[in-house]
């Protein structure tokens, strides 16, 4: 049960920029104030001598950014209404990074109540797609990070268990997308790495994690799923080989959120120059360029063809985001800060209603809001937050 002894747990800032100089001051723009909680008027902005630019105050922008993503939580279903299964578990990675980087717990209870909701309706959280199962187990280890409950990491460790029986021998190895076993491809695979190196961490001496860390990279680097442009593409063809097939953002994310942990426990740079040519790759061919965003607005591939009714694409760019910002504590190149700042400037300025809901184009216009709108472009605020942190 999540009391008020489980303290929570800070994260850490070891190797991260700090602003040379903050200063509070009050800017009269009307848009800034607009809709934002307890009456903070976004005039609350940090000066910071980096780069020459006035940097926003990004915990304001955050704070009323969760505030409408809740407005969409269902406290029966433990869920988010407008949204799937797996992007709740998204949304709710999103409330935690919120919680980990601002200390505000106003929505702490949420996690027992998803906890405890969510699981009433697939037992231990687990459904036939691999990739939805392992979305579920990262954010019980995110929970875990901030509370020290151990009944979340259980989960995670009963649907990494889950995945092993999704893993053979067909194509050297690797996870099935689901459990009809007709194609590998490169999300559940990248969550698969991520998950096991996590776990390891947070394991020590349990489990063969890290050996599945290790033996997941190997095959995804013997199977050649980063193509010729340094992209990941989306899975393997009928002959074992990279499909060519679309170079999703989430796919570019999720690969680094599990070199940057591979990195970290065993110092191999192999994995952070790796992480860092798939980084720069997407600042280099998946944005789009904008005034006073010196590395481009992250732009999905097809993004404005995106159907009404598609309930995943929306979901995909604050993924890669939210794993930029992983990688990053372990290559701090400007550049990654930088281009997580610009974003979340931009989501705030031109991709906004009145309402502090975001839609999913980052460099504009608004088109309409949902819960997957919303968590992808609070994970951008979320890591904003630390960045200019004084």
């Given at each position: ?12 800032r070891?190797?991260?920029p ?13 848009r ?13 902005y ?7 630019l006035?940097?926003?105050d ?8 969760m505030?409408?993503l809740q ?10 209404r ?19 980087r ?11 109540r ?24 990262l954010?019980w ?14 989960a ?13 021998d ?16 490169a999300?559940?695979?990248e ?6 190196a ?18 997941e ?12 442009a ?13 499909n ?9 994310g ?27 790759a ?8 904008a ?11 097809g ?10 694409r929306?979901?995909f ?19 990654y ?9 931009s989501?705030?300025a031109n991709?906004r ?6 839609g ?31």
């Amino acid at each position: 049960m999540l009391t008020a002894a489980n303290s929570l747990r800070g994260e850490r800032r070891n190797g991260l920029p700090t602003a040379s100089l903050q200063l509070a001051v009050r800017r009269r723009n009307p848009r800034d104030g607009q809709g934002l909680p307890g009456g903070v008027g976004l005039g609350a902005y940090r000066l910071s001598v980096q780069h020459g630019l006035q940097e926003p105050d990004y915990r304001a922008y955050a704070a009323a950014g969760m505030e409408a993503l809740q407005r969409w939580y269902g406290r029966w279903s433990g869920c988010w209404r407008t949204t799937g299964w797996w992007n709740s578990a998204n949304a709710l990675t999103a409330l935690i990074a919120y919680i980990q980087r601002t200390g505000d717990q106003t929505h702490l209870s949420v996690l027992e109540r998803t906890f405890r909701a969510a699981r009433r309706m697939h037992s231990d959280f687990l459904v036939s797609f691999y990739d939805d199962n392992a979305w579920w187990g990262l954010a019980w280890v995110a929970a875990y990070d901030l509370t020290g409950d151990d009944r979340y990491l259980d989960a995670a460790r009963t649907i990494f268990a889950n995945l092993l029986t999704g893993w053979d021998d067909a194509c050297g190895g690797g996870v099935w997308w689901n459990t009809e076993r007709r194609y590998k491809n490169a999300i559940t695979n990248e969550l698969f790495l991520s998950l096991a190196a996590r776990l390891h961490q947070r394991c020590p001496g349990t489990g063969d994690y890290l050996d599945w860390a290790r033996r997941e990279w190997d095959w995804f680097c013997a199977r050649g799923l980063v193509g010729a442009a340094g992209l990941v593409n989306d899975g393997l063809d009928g002959s074992c080989e990279n499909n060519r097939g679309q170079t999703w953002t989430y796919n570019q994310g999720v690969v680094l959120g599990g070199l940057a942990a591979l990195y970290e426990i065993t110092g191999d740079a192999s994995h952070l120059r790796q992480g860092e040519a798939i980084a720069d790759a997407v600042l280099g061919s998946l944005t789009i360029g904008a005034p006073d965003a010196r590395h481009g607005i992250l732009l999905e591939p097809g993004e404005h063809n995106t159907a009404r009714s598609d309930g995943d694409r929306p979901q995909f760019k604050g993924i890669f985001v939210r794993n930029l910002y992983d990688f990053y504590r372990q290559s701090p190149r400007p550049a990654y800060s930088e281009f997580i700042r610009d974003n979340a400037r931009s989501i705030w300025a031109n991709n906004r209603n009145s309402r502090n809901q975001f839609g999913l184009h980052w460099a504009g216009p608004f088109d309409y809001a949902d819960a997957s709108r919303q968590s992808s472009a609070q994970d951008v605020l979320n890591a904003a937050v630390p960045l200019v942190a004084g």
